[in-house]
């Protein structure tokens, strides 16, 4: 089970252990950690809490950090087409947004990795959520992908990501194909465990797995 990293502290806790609970009723054996896809070779800074349970064993095992080294959102993302407001490609999911006028001049004066602080005081905006109104940093790891980017801007093209774009941050391989209108395919991205965490997370499974099928059979010979 996955969900936000706020959970695990939600109401003092009570929550965490709620569910724990109620698994452990089912008669699962349940822990649960906070986990940062970074780790795991995704360029970005997911950060989510994994709950992982058995009925046959006690031993639940977590995956470790994979990579030496975060991987950037340049790395991610260089070698896609350039693309201005509006533009199209024959990459599968890789449709620039057609930007205001207004939003592309607000953009323009943030630098990479950069926020709205940078933006003249005249048409910079005042409230709102202030994790709006920023650059990706090229040299970093992205922040959390959500079903909304469209003003969290590119390191170096000023514009929004692409749902491409998104879907690389969120480690999806260009085969994978986004479906609907451009607002629900950001929201299917975003939405997503990112795959290579998913495969570490399922490769502590099945070592899991395999560490109980040894077990069994020691207990036999």
Same mark, same amino acid.
């Given at each position: 089970?996955?969900?936000?990293? $706020? %959970? ?5 806790t009570?929550?965490?252990?709620e ?5 452990n009723? %089912? ?13 795991y ?6 950060? $989510?809490?994994i709950f992982?349970?058995s ?12 990579v030496e080294k ?9 070698d ?15 449709n620039a ?6 939003? %592309? ?8 990795? +950069?926020? &709205?602080? !940078?933006i003249p005081?005249?048409? $910079?905006?005042k409230?709102?959520?202030? &994790?709006?109104?920023?650059k ?6 992205s922040?959390?992908?959500? +079903?909304d980017? &469209?003003?969290?801007?590119?390191y170096? #093209?000023? &514009?929004a990501?692409t749902?491409?774009?998104l879907? =690389?941050?969120?480690?999806?391989p ?8 451009s607002?629900?395919q950001? #929201?299917q ?15 502590s499974?099945?070592?899991m797995?395999? =560490?109980?099928?040894e !077990?069994?059979?020691?207990?036999r010979?």
């Amino acid at each position: 089970m996955e969900n936000v990293a $706020r %959970l695990y502290t939600h109401n003092k806790t009570k929550t965490r252990q709620e569910i724990i609970d109620d698994f452990n009723r %089912l008669g699962y054996y349940v822990e649960c950690k906070v986990l940062n896809s970074a780790n795991y070779g995704v360029a970005q800074v997911r950060n $989510r809490v994994i709950f992982i349970g058995s009925r046959v064993t006690n031993e639940i095992v977590f995956p470790s950090s994979s990579v030496e080294k975060f991987k950037s959102v340049k790395e991610a993302l260089h070698d896609l087409p350039i693309l201005e407001s509006s533009e199209s490609s024959t990459v599968p999911n890789h449709n620039a947004m057609n930007h205001t006028e207004q939003m %592309l001049t607000k953009m323009s004066f943030i630098p990479d990795g +950069g926020d &709205r602080n !940078f933006i003249p005081e005249s048409i $910079r905006p005042k409230s709102g959520d202030v &994790r709006k109104y920023i650059k990706y940093s090229s040299s970093k790891p992205s922040v959390t992908v959500t +079903g909304d980017m &469209r003003k969290i801007f590119h390191y170096a #093209q000023n &514009r929004a990501l692409t749902v491409r774009e998104l879907a =690389r941050l969120q480690s999806f391989p260009d085969s994978f194909i986004f479906k609907g209108k451009s607002i629900s395919q950001q #929201q299917q991205v975003g939405n997503a465990v990112p795959p290579l965490m998913a495969e570490e997370i399922a490769k502590s499974i099945k070592e899991m797995i395999k =560490r109980e099928y040894e !077990f069994k059979n020691d207990k036999r010979a």
